[in-house]
């Protein structure tokens, strides 16, 4: 049988996905503890674990396609999109491809993010803004702490009591720091994790490693760029936006437990998992997709039956489990392990 026809008739199995990495002006060399591309002093901000994106922002990933490619199995060499238009429902379940730009992806975006320097404030389009403005797209996204430097921070939302006024006041006559006085800062502690709906002004500080889940958009508008020089201002299109109330508390899994639901949101979950050693969990939920995010190694992806071949789980690189085969999914540690698990709605 030929490559061609084996991959066409190749059932859905676990997706191992190669990372995109990004050269960013606020990043760093952090991410080399996932992958020797990354080399001291460079400058990489983030690494697109799992992307399906027909185009993208210049001042995102440069304006061309982000596809990540699948690095083993029938389909080593072929692209999530290839995976999509292969197996369809079957990867998807009952979700459909996400509309970005009239072609049909998936759903999720997945990266890791090194900020050595603070990201500027920014948010992302509103529904109401979105909705009138089709070239723009929702961006729902959370923050993973994977790690944090001591006095790190995360700003994100507005203080309570602040009015659209005073936002705009600090806007328009070029008090641009001052909005950073009026956001809600929190301190970064690594296992924290930062549900941030679209709408909600905020920016990554410096010292922080995480890792994001996020509907498949880079449509960013920044309101204050910490003093860098050449990069533009969206202040119009941002008061348009921003959603003057308090962004949601930080949640975590408490000491002891084993799994907990860390988001929901109309778009995903996100959930993290323990498992102190030589135990194994099921991924449960019967056709409904899922992306492991490992976070530590010592873990393997198997089938409950016989299903598809077994998966070692490797920090740094995300596995996509088409929603056919989820409810057959467990996860199995020879040692302690954690990861996280993004999935979408059933």
Known sequence: MSSTSHTQTASPAPLCLEPLFYEKVWGGDRLARFSDRVKPNDKIGEAWLLADMSATSASGAG???????ITQGPLKGKTLRDAITLWGHALLGHQRPHSHG?????????????????????????PAYALHNPGAHL????????????NSVIYKGLR????????????RTGDARGVVELMGQVPARAGDCHNLPSGTLHALGAGVLVAEVQTPSDTTFRVYDWGRQGRALHIDQALQCIDLLPAPAATRLEPHARAARLVTTEFF???????PGDQSVSLGDAHRCCVIIPLSPGATLAPSTGQFDAVELTPGAAVLIPASISAGAIVAAAGEARFLLASLPG
């Open 63 to 69: 304006g061309g396609s982000a596809r990540t490619a």
């Open 160 to 171: 309570p009591g602040v009015t659209r006024g005073q936002l705009e006041a600090a806007l």
């Open 139 to 150: 961006k729902t996204e959370c923050w993973y702490i994977l790690d944090a430097q001591p």
């Open 269 to 275: 979950t996100l959930d993290e998992y323990h498992l």
């Open 102 to 126: 009239g072609v049909g992806e998936f759903p999720l975006l997945v990266k890791l993010l090194d900020a050595s320097e603070n990201l500027s404030v920014q948010v992302h389009p509103s």
